[in-house]
């Protein structure tokens, strides 16, 4: 929010002279207190207006059928919700997670240019050398508040809709077999399902121009049926 004296300057620009005083009596009068900054932006406009800088990161784990704990490392792209799952291990060590890293900027190629921010929160499995490979690349790391998952809540959501549409419904065997999984819905998020912020198209598919008449629809299994995809005849 600007001061009165901002609004003076913005009036001069536009060819109308007020004085200051003039200013802070409107101001007054209608019972807003003149500061240079009554607040700044929430962090939901934060992240909306700087949606195509920015990385977010998270881990999560999967328990599986022999009772041992795999750790994932996901990256999603803010403005595309493009995801990124890079890998899954026993053992996130230090060097593990920095290789992860590295991974995810040779993916992006190119693209890395255009990213400013990474999120993350303060798990310490997230190495000062996980941090260098960014930052090395001019982005900046945002550490969320402690015991605040709203903060990361593209990451965090898509984590709940993984859990929610398949890792609730299957029994894991073992890494290998969380490796293909994860894959398999990963491919399907970001070039089939439907994103309400994206008009109902997919990331990486847009929606095909509208038809008349009947149309052929086949299905496509993914995982055994877990995951169904729909798709127009040629």
Same mark, same amino acid.
């Given at each position: 929010?600007?001061?009165?004296?901002?609004?003076?300057?913005? $009036?001069?620009?536009?060819?109308?002279?007020? &004085?200051?005083?003039?200013?802070?009596?409107? /101001?007054?009068?209608?019972?807003?207190?003149?500061?240079?900054?009554?607040?700044?932006?929430?962090?939901?406009?934060?992240?909306?207006?700087? =949606?195509? &800088?920015?990385?977010?990161? +998270?881990?999560?784990?999967?328990?599986?059928?022999?009772?041992?704990?795999?750790?994932?490392?996901?990256?999603?792209?803010?403005?595309?919700?493009?995801?990124?799952? /890079?890998?899954?291990?026993?053992?996130?060590?230090?060097?593990?997670?920095?290789?992860?890293?590295?991974?995810?900027?040779?993916?992006?190629?190119?693209?890395?240019? &255009?990213?400013?921010?990474?999120?993350?929160?303060?798990?310490?499995?997230?190495?000062?050398?996980?941090?260098?490979?960014?930052?090395?690349?001019?982005?900046?790391?945002?550490?969320?508040?402690?015991? =605040?998952?709203?903060?990361?809540?593209?990451?965090?959501?898509?984590?709940?809709?993984?859990?929610?549409?398949?890792?609730?419904?299957? $029994?894991?065997?073992?890494?290998?077999?969380?490796?293909?999984? $994860?894959?398999?819905?990963? =491919?399907?998020?970001?070039?089939?399902?439907?994103?309400?912020? $994206? #008009?109902?198209?997919?990331?990486?598919?847009?929606?095909? +121009?509208?038809?008349?008449?009947?149309?052929?629809?086949?299905?496509? +299994?993914?995982? #055994?049926?877990?995951?169904?995809?729909?798709?127009?005849?040629?």
């Amino acid at each position: 929010m600007w001061g009165y004296r901002r609004i003076t300057g913005e $009036l001069a620009g536009l060819g109308h002279r007020v &004085g200051a005083s003039t200013v802070w009596l409107i /101001l007054k009068k209608a019972g807003i207190e003149p500061a240079p900054r009554r607040m700044g932006p929430t962090w939901s406009e934060f992240l909306r207006a700087q =949606a195509s &800088g920015i990385l977010a990161c +998270d881990f999560f784990h999967c328990d599986t059928a022999l009772f041992q704990r795999l750790y994932c490392l996901v990256v999603m792209e803010i403005s595309t919700r493009r995801v990124h799952v /890079l890998g899954v291990t026993a053992h996130p060590t230090g060097l593990w997670v920095a290789q992860q890293a590295r991974n995810v900027m040779v993916e992006l190629g190119d693209r890395a240019e &255009g990213f400013s921010f990474l999120i993350r929160d303060r798990d310490t499995k997230f190495t000062a050398m996980f941090d260098e490979v960014f930052t090395s690349e001019g982005l900046r790391i945002l550490k969320t508040p402690p015991r =605040a998952p709203r903060a990361n809540a593209f990451a965090e959501r898509w984590i709940g809709g993984l859990r929610r549409e398949l890792l609730d419904r299957v $029994l894991i065997a073992n890494a290998r077999h969380l490796r293909y999984v $994860l894959a398999e819905y990963e =491919a399907h998020f970001n070039a089939h399902r439907p994103h309400r912020s $994206l #008009g109902q198209a997919a990331l990486l598919r847009a929606l095909p +121009d509208p038809v008349e008449g009947d149309i052929k629809v086949i299905r496509r +299994d993914r995982l #055994g049926g877990l995951i169904h995809e729909y798709a127009q005849v040629a």
